[in-house]
């Protein structure tokens, strides 16, 4: 990926990263994350790349993304998941619909802040949160902020730091990423086990 920006002219550069990230974060998997690291190192390593554009770029294409997954995910992804909660009333009912919807207008702000530093996340995070009709001035700007953290944090640190930081950084987010599986694995099992315990007062059944 180095060697091939390492190719290109500099504006190239920016609107090439921009637009990847735009891509990836209207919710197709796209590697973004690697692509702004591989950037970030070139501008480390040659004069002609400006670090703050590129940051610039990034940010501009990552918030634009998700604006435009936030949209798509609001007109769209209601009816898929009324669909699929006829088809699968235990998973995708109107219960778990609405528990999920309260959940993510709880913690949805902070999801969309940091969710940049999570693989897939990173991805999904516009479209889900349209999906569950997340208030749009509450999106807005953790999504503005997100973007600009995430940008700014990957390409200053891999800038100066090089490449172990990169590479330090692609395995926080995939470490990120199998901590939020595990931890939602863990939270899906204590509402199993909670539904499946007896309402107090009453005998377990035989």
């Known amino acids: 990926m180095q ?9 190239a550069v920016y ?18 994350g690697v692509t702004l690291v591989s950037a970030a190192l ?5 004069g002609e ?11 501009v294409g990552a918030a634009t993304g998700a604006f435009c997954g936030f949209a798509l995910g609001r007109r769209s992804g209601r009816p898929l998941l009324e669909r699929l909660g006829h088809r ?12 999920a919807e309260r959940s993510f207008h709880k913690w949805g702000v902070w999801a969309v802040l940091f969710g940049r530093f999570v693989a897939l996340l990173r991805i999904f995070t516009g479209p889900v949160a349209g999906v569950l009709r997340m208030p749009y001035w509450q999106f807005a700007p953790a999504n503005a ?13 891999v800038y100066h730091l090089g490449l172990a930081a990169g590479s330090w950084l692609i395995r926080a987010s995939l470490a990120g990423l199998a901590l939020g599986v595990l931890l939602a694995c863990g939270a899906l099992w204590i509402v199993r086990r909670r539904r499946r315990a007896p309402a107090p007062g009453t005998a377990p059944s035989e």
């Open 145 to 157: 902020g997100g973007a600009v953290l995430w940008a700014g944090v990957t390409t200053g640190v």
């Open 3 to 11: 060697e091939w920006l390492a190719s290109v002219p500099a504006l």
């Open 49 to 59: 790349i400006d670090p703050w554009l590129l940051a610039t770029g990034a940010a």
């Open 88 to 99: 699968f009333p235990r998973r995708f009912g109107p219960d778990r619909l609405a528990a």
């Open 15 to 32: 609107l090439l990263v921009g637009t990847i990230l735009l891509v990836e974060s209207i919710g197709i998997p796209l590697p973004g």
């Open 42 to 46: 070139l501008a480390s390593q040659y």
